[in-house]
């Protein structure tokens, strides 16, 4: 906006009020001590549509930011779950002697682990089920595909997949901290104890 169309907005402005307080008999106006007419207006306001479109784009981004934190609030706790029922497998498949024994260490392991988490699984929404799978590669070092299919078989590792496939989610999802810069950062400040709002301003 150019500094002619900012003056000419004041000066309308002051016209306008000018104009509501005389006919509203308010005693507005008064001379200095030179003899000139002083106006009394109400402050006027100016603001660049620019500005506005990024204070929009910002508290976007500050919704956007908040619903992440949420997401990964709810499922990374589960993450390092996985993280410590994978170290606890390997220490105990390397104790067992027989096929049979791991077939069936695993098979009793599986129904306890639905028994505890299937309540809170099932109640994720596709997002955070997402979030989930990359936090696990994460913690891990295995994609969620790849530990079915080591710990179960390859057809089990196919099916879950299907299964995903039709909710919208991908157990072969990786997680690339160079990429998820917000996730990363999210995570690292939980596992400092020290999360907070978004506070970030974008330039």
């Not at 002051?14 to 005389?22: E, H």
């Not at 784009?57 to 949420?70: A, F, P």
């Not at 993450?79 to 791991?102: D, H, M, P």
């Not at 505890?116 to 994720?124: A, D, N, S």
Request: aromatic share 8%; glycine share 4%; with cysteine.
């Amino acid at each position: 906006m150019s500094v002619l169309a900012i003056v000419i907005a004041v000066w309308s402005a002051g016209l306008c009020s000018a104009q509501d307080t005389a006919e509203k008999g308010e005693k507005k106006f008064r001379k200095a001590k030179d003899g000139v007419p002083v106006v009394h207006v109400n402050t006027v306001y100016i603001v660049d549509k620019a500005s506005k479109k990024a204070l929009k784009q910002q508290q976007k981004r500050k919704t956007e930011y908040n619903r992440l934190r949420r997401n990964v609030e709810i499922v990374y706790p589960l993450a390092k779950k996985c993280a410590i029922v994978i170290n606890e497998v390997n220490a105990k498949l390397a104790e067992t002697q027989t096929e049979r024994e791991r077939d069936k260490y695993l098979d009793r392991l599986e129904k306890e682990l639905f028994e505890r988490y299937q309540g809170e699984i099932t109640q994720l929404t596709v997002t955070q089920g997402k979030i989930l799978i990359k936090l696990i590669h994460r913690e891990t070092g295995s994609r969620a595909y790849d530990l079915i299919e080591e710990y179960k078989n390859k057809r089990s590792a196919g099916v879950w997949q299907l299964v995903a496939k039709v909710f919208g989610t991908d157990l072969k999802l990786e997680y690339d901290k160079e990429k998820e810069v917000h996730i990363e950062a999210i995570v690292r400040e939980l596992e400092a104890g020290r999360l907070h709002d978004f506070k970030v301003i974008y330039h």
